[in-house]
C-alpha cells in the first residue's frame, strides 16, 4: 500500500467505528508498527484541518482516535437526521404496533375497531418512522390494505422474530371470569 491508501484505510476505519480507536488497534490491523500509523494519523487530521472538511479527527487519552463531524457543522447535520425520528413512541403508537404486531396481517378498520378510535395518523407516523409496512390487500370487500410490521420494528424492540412477543395472557391459567358470565371470545373475522 501507498501512503495515499494507507490513509483512506485509515479513514475507512475511523469512519466504520462509532467509538474511539486506540491507535494500536489500527496499526495491528493495517499490520504497521503503531508509530507510523500515529504518524499517518497525523496527517490525515492536518489535511482535514487545513481544507475545513466537515469531519475532524479527534485525540483522546490512551492514544485513542475518532473520526467526528466539526462542530461548525453540527447544526446543519442536525437538521439532516430530524431528530423527531428518535422521539419516543407514543402510547397511541404502542397500542397500534401491538394490534398489529399479535394480529398482523391486518386492515386500518380492524385496528380502528381495536382501539376504538381513529388510528389513521398514527399509522402514517409509523409507517414514517418504518416500523410497519404495508403487506398488499386483503381479500375482504373493498380490498383494504393490510399492514404488518418490519424488521426495523423487531430490531427497536429486541425480537428475533414475532415468536419472540410475549404471550398475550397466561398460557396456563384458566380464563378470567367475570360476575358468572361465561367469558366472551373475540371474533377477529368480524373486525375486519
Known amino acids: 500500500m501507498n501512503e495515499r491508501q494507507k490513509l483512506g484505510a485509515l479513514e475507512a476505519m475511523l469512519f466504520a467505528n462509532a467509538e474511539p480507536v486506540?491507535?494500536?488497534?489500527l496499526a495491528e490491523a493495517m499490520r504497521l508498527d503503531t508509530a507510523q500509523v500515529q504518524d499517518l494519523l497525523a496527517v490525515l487530521q492536518s489535511e482535514y484541518d487545513a481544507r475545513e472538511a466537515g469531519v475532524v479527527l479527534l485525540r483522546f487519552e490512551g492514544d485513542r482516535w475518532q473520526m467526528t463531524t466539526r462542530?461548525?457543522?453540527?447544526?446543519?447535520?442536525?437538521?439532516?437526521?430530524?431528530?423527531?425520528r428518535n422521539a419516543p413512541l407514543s402510547p397511541a403508537a404502542l397500542e397500534v404496533l401491538a394490534v398489529i404486531a399479535y394480529n398482523q396481517p391486518v386492515s386500518r378498520s380492524f385496528i380502528e375497531q381495536v382501539r376504538g378510535v381513529d388510528s389513521s395518523s398514527t399509522v402514517a407516523k409509523l409507517m414514517e418512522r418504518g416500523l410497519i409496512e404495508e403487506a398488499g390487500r386483503l381479500d375482504l370487500p373493498g380490498k383494504p390494505v393490510a399492514f404488518r410490521v418490519t424488521d426495523t420494528f423487531l430490531r427497536v424492540f429486541g425480537l428475533g422474530s414475532l415468536a419472540d412477543l410475549p404471550p398475550l395472557h397466561d398460557?396456563?391459567?384458566?380464563?378470567?371470569?367475570?360476575d358468572g358470565d361465561e367469558?366472551?371470545?373475540?371474533?377477529?373475522?368480524?373486525?375486519?
Open 183 to 192: 367469558p366472551r371470545q373475540l371474533d377477529m373475522e368480524s373486525l375486519t
Open 71 to 84: 462542530p461548525y457543522y453540527g447544526e446543519v447535520v442536525k437538521r439532516i437526521l430530524d431528530t423527531r
Open 22 to 25: 486506540e491507535a494500536a488497534r
Open 171 to 178: 398460557e396456563g391459567a384458566p380464563p378470567e371470569q367475570g
